[in-house]
């Protein structure tokens, strides 16, 4: 059974520009979250997305945004892009969401760097 | 609102050393508590989790307790080898009480010498 896949590995962009990140969970997985990794933030949850709605929100301003295909395939998109934005972005699938019993799957994440 | 302690280190141990990471958390529900492990350039694992108080967590030879008197989530493990080298994350995901997703803690650099 293929794992999380995410898309590309890495990126690199300019300040203002935008960016859309890929996340392929696993097969049978109906819920897709998000999550930004930073050395001074640490890992913190961004969304998640279940049969393309978004269920949870983390504390994070409207230029982060998402959705869900009925695939259940997940896009990430960052719009205007800061310096602070430089992060490993890292998805994780479970079957059924959220939830204490629900295993999350994580993705090998994409590193985005802003310049 | 919730929130997940533990040391970052680097830890440094020789290996065959025992290990223990504290972790302790604030939640205002009723927790379940994980143990990731991070490789270098790789996405998080999980490596353990416990659902209610005094359960234990256990895997690949890492243990750890849900001490709900104490509000800890200690990682253990008897005999480090140089390939348990990595990051260790302790996490809680708390429905009860509001979070949404895991929150995790700072991370603990572990490096094992031979």
């Known amino acids: ?115 | 609102g919730d929130s997940v302690t533990q040391m970052e280190g680097p830890v440094t141990l020789s290996e065959e050393a025992f290990l223990t990471i504290n972790c302790t958390y604030t939640a205002t529900g009723y927790p379940s508590l994980f143990w990731y492990v991070q490789y270098p350039g790789e996405g998080l694992q999980l490596l353990l989790k416990a659902t209610k108080a005094d359960d234990k967590g256990s895997n690949k030879g890492f243990e750890a307790t849900y001490r709900k008197e104490t509000t800890s989530f200690h990682l253990e493990k008897g005999s480090v080898q140089v390939s348990d080298s990595a990051v260790y994350f302790c996490a809680l995901s708390d429905p009860g009480g509001g979070a949404d997703g895991l929150t995790f803690g700072k991370g603990t650099h572990l490096i094992i010498q031979p």
């Open chain 1, 1 to 115: 059974k293929a794992g999380v896949t995410q898309t590309p590995r890495y990126l690199i962009k300019t300040r203002g520009q935008q960016v859309t990140l890929s996340c392929s969970p696993i097969s049978g997985h109906r819920s897709v979250s998000w999550y930004q990794q930073t050395p001074g933030q640490g890992l913190q949850f961004l969304f998640e997305y279940f049969s393309e709605t978004q269920r949870n929100k983390g504390n994070f301003p409207g230029r982060f945004s998402g959705r869900q295909f009925s695939n259940s395939r997940s896009e990430m998109n960052v719009s205007t892009l800061e310096l602070g934005d430089s992060a490993l972005y890292l998805c994780a699938s479970s079957l059924v969401g959220q939830g204490a019993r629900n295993e999350q799957f994580f993705g090998p994440g994409t590193r985005l760097t802003v310049l």
